[in-house]
């Protein structure tokens, strides 16, 4: 389950050493139109990817389907890949996921290398081996544990970002930082957006993503400890599935950092987490993401959602949530009364 995770922002130099390690039959280099042409002119010069086959997909989450993994697919099976091929990923989460599903599910698990260039991919899309599309809806509905050979973490392109790109990745830092402690919390709370151009910020990545490497390691198929990194997420997936159904979406981090704010409502409606964290961290959100636009009308959708989510069993909903900064609680199950109650106060503080 080991990945090679690699620091740098000599992208080009790394890639030829693990592929001279890989010596595959063929080398394929997935991008999205987005991530082709922020990326394709510092590649241009590369006998590797001079060489390699390109298969671009339609950018965005609403692409992250059934219809461009089988676009990818084909065109392995065209190009004649066999299962000695490397499938190179250049772009954000959704090349990650989808590449890594693609990769997995091609004669039965071929080798692949993500080159995230968002820092949301960097920091969780990329490592942990969780790949996965979308259907009906339903974020990560279908996919699969395949961990890439190696990923090239590097600052280089953050510079092509959106501020949504942007907040995106930092809704997920936040989810690490409370992991954590409450020195890195306060870090990510008292961070400048714009220090992601700076030399420095590779130190803030490298510490989020091992975080989360750190809790991949010892538990990488998720029978316990790793599911803490679904902080936030059964409320944020559902927010996410809800702004894919009305086509208005939002961002996987934003999503994310506004479930991490209905899951410490809800840790504190549960498990009494401080109430002063938990406005520091409302504030925070609302200060930097802006408010989520739902209604009391949209809670039997959101819980239809959350009811779907894949870490339900014995169809309860379950959450992780946080009796403190630093202390995780896997297995949580709450009442469709706590649910809309956190939802009632997430609304409260987020307006």
Not at 255 to 263: F, N, R
Request: aromatic content about 8%; charged content about 20%.
């Amino acid at each position: 389950m080991d990945t090679r995770i690699i620091f740098s922002n000599d992208i080009i130099d790394n890639l030829n050493l693990l592929i001279a390690e890989i010596k595959p039959s063929k080398i394929f280099v997935l991008t999205d139109k987005f991530s082709r042409q922020h990326t394709l002119k510092y590649f241009s010069d590369n006998l590797i990817f001079q060489s390699a086959i390109h298969i671009t997909i339609e950018s965005g989450e609403n692409h992250k389907d059934i219809n461009s993994l089988s676009e990818i697919w084909q065109a392995l099976i065209d190009n004649k890949a066999d299962r000695h091929a490397v499938l190179i990923n250049i772009g954000g989460g959704v090349i990650s996921d989808i590449g890594g599903f693609a990769a997995a599910t091609y004669k039965r698990g071929i080798k692949y290398i993500n080159v995230p260039t968002t820092i949301l991919s960097a920091i969780d899309a990329s490592i942990g081996g969780k790949t996965a599309i979308n259907h009906q809806n339903i974020k990560n509905a279908i996919g699969a544990i395949h961990p890439p050979f190696a990923t090239i973490i590097s600052t280089r392109f953050l510079k092509t970002l959106s501020h949504d790109d942007i907040l995106s990745g930092l809704g997920e830092m936040l989810k690490h930082a409370l992991l954590k402690d409450l020195k890195s919390t306060s870090d990510i709370l008292n961070s400048d957006i714009d220090s992601i151009y700076r030399d420095e910020f590779m130190d803030i990545l490298r510490d989020s993503v091992m975080v989360k490497e750190a809790i991949v390691a010892e538990d990488p198929y998720e029978n316990g400890i790793r599911k803490a990194l679904n902080f936030g997420h059964t409320f944020g997936h559902a927010f996410e599935s809800l702004s894919l159904s009305k086509n208005h979406i939002i961002p996987h981090g934003v999503a994310v950092a506004y479930g991490i704010v209905a899951e410490l409502v809800l840790s504190h409606l549960v498990l009494q987490f401080p109430s002063q964290v938990l406005h520091q961290i409302s504030s925070y959100v609302k200060d930097n993401f802006g408010s989520l636009p739902i209604t009391c009308n949209d809670y039997d959708l959101l819980i239809d959602f959350m009811r779907q989510d894949k870490k339900n069993a014995d169809s309860e909903i379950n959450f992780t949530l946080m009796k403190s900064v630093g202390t995780p609680i896997i297995d949580c199950h709450s009442s469709v009364e706590q649910i809309k109650t956190a939802l009632d106060i997430f609304r409260d503080l987020n307006q």
